[in-house]
């Protein structure tokens, strides 16, 4: 893995490589750090993973690109540091990228279930009143995105989806996020990891969850997880991730992170994500 500095504006298409940008690194109450929210890039595909409150301003201060520049999306989990910038993405497209540059409607990955979720209880509010389509209705969750579903791979004991999207295979899988008394990721509310083209993961927002981890750190390059640096009922904390094997620990590179990791020891692990950064894969 190569770990070079973003130049921007940063290029959105590549040789082919797989490419991991992060916008932020922060946990959701971090107020130095943009959001955990990266852009995956591969050949001439790219694909923003969650887009959260800090996102509109992220993206040009980490990347030097704008709004316009963003085709498509996938959102893990409905907390404000993931999907609150959403809304401001999907209105731009609408109302200025589509009719002043005649892009088209933002791609969405996500499932059925999910899209009930983030539509019902989070998006709704402010996207589906705007205008009336062309039949007297209000709008949908359709007029603002082209929907690309993953198809199930698994339900039980853990939910496992997987998509091949312009040539980067995604790989979704259930964690157990919240709430704080969910016992397993079947019984937690919706939230989703990834495991990219195969040796990326991203532990999304989860629990500490050694089941978890060992199901992918055999395959996986690096191991991008979420960190608390106190405990927390609803994150992994440095103290839990201490306790992993030193070969595990070596491949975990912590994202979702408090604003005083200068204090924190991370001398076991791969280390801390950096925003601005890009992480290249050969
Ligand atoms: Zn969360």
Not at 61 to 84: K, Q, R
Not at 119 to 130: A, C, D, P, T
Request: proline share 5%; hydrophobic share 40%.
């Amino acid at each position: 893995m190569k770990i070079l500095p973003v130049v921007k504006p940063l290029k959105l298409t590549n040789d082919g490589t797989l490419e991991i940008v992060f916008l932020g690194v922060g946990g959701a109450f971090s107020q130095t750090l943009f959001n955990t929210n990266f852009i995956i890039i591969k050949g001439d595909a790219h694909l923003l993973v969650d887009f959260g409150t800090t996102g509109p301003f992220a993206l040009p201060a980490s990347t030097g690109l704008t709004l316009s520049d963003i085709s498509a999306i996938l959102p893990t989990h409905s907390h404000c540091d993931h999907i609150g910038g959403i809304e401001s993405l999907a209105l731009w497209n609408r109302y200025v990228s589509i009719p002043q540059i005649g892009k088209p409607k933002l791609s969405m990955i996500i499932s059925k279930e999910y899209q009930h979720i983030l539509w019902n209880y989070s998006l709704r509010g402010g996207m589906e009143q705007n205008e009336m389509s062309s039949e007297g209705n209000s709008l949908l969750f359709e007029d603002y995105f082209t929907i690309f579903r993953p198809t199930y791979l698994e339900r039980e004991p853990r939910l496992r989806l997987e998509i091949d999207w312009q040539g980067i295979h995604i790989e979704l899988f259930g964690t157990n996020h919240v709430p704080e008394q969910a016992s397993s990721a079947s019984s937690a509310f919706i939230t989703h990891g990834l495991f990219i083209d195969n040796k990326v993961f991203f532990s999304g927002d989860t629990k500490f969850d050694k089941e978890l981890i060992d199901m992918y750190a055999d395959k996986s390059e690096i191991m991008f997880h979420d960190t608390s640096f106190f405990p927390n009922p609803v994150h992994a904390s440095l103290q839990d991730l201490l306790s992993l094997p030193q070969e595990i620990k070596q491949k975990l590179m912590l994202v979702h992170y408090g604003d005083n990791w200068q204090q924190q020891n991370v001398e076991d692990f791969a280390g801390l994500a950096q925003q601005g950064f890009r992480y290249i894969f050969d």
